[in-house]
């Protein structure tokens, strides 16, 4: 399956963020789908994850209230709408997919890969 990000951009503390993540080439609907970012001289990190109905997402503490998931397996599709943006939210955001039940916080479970999308919050 290939993966693009988009929806990144220059944005001021508090602002909101749509990301988006187009699928295409593969069953959608059959993968797991996850949100990453990397910030420079940091390791990627999990961000958020939805499995392959959408009934169960899974966020990581420090973006819990703030992050949400959403996938339309139809438009094959994911979400990730950032709200209050924070400075240490700064970093390239990927989206992932991966083959299984749940949804794992390893990326290394993770096949399939975007080229990110950076999101730069100024203070």
């Known amino acids: 399956v290939q993966l693009v990000e988009s929806g990144g951009g220059l944005v001021q503390v508090g602002d909101s963020l749509r990301l988006s993540c187009a699928a295409s080439?593969?069953?959608?609907?059959?993968?797991?789908i996850a949100w990453f970012r990397q910030a420079p001289g940091k390791e990627r990190e999990f961000v958020a994850g939805i499995n392959w109905t959408g009934a169960h997402k899974y966020y990581a503490e420090d973006v819990k209230g703030r992050f949400t998931i959403s996938r339309d397996n139809v438009k094959n599709m994911v979400y990730g709408q950032m709200n209050n943006l924070k400075p240490e939210d700064t970093a390239v955001y990927f989206c992932?997919?991966?083959?299984?039940?749940?949804?794992?916080?390893?990326?290394?479970?993770?096949?399939?890969w975007g080229q990110g999308t950076q999101v730069t919050v100024s203070s």
């Open positions: 080439g593969s069953t959608f609907s059959d993968y797991i």
């Open positions: 992932a997919a991966a083959s299984g039940l749940y949804v794992s916080f390893d990326p290394s479970q993770y096949v399939y």
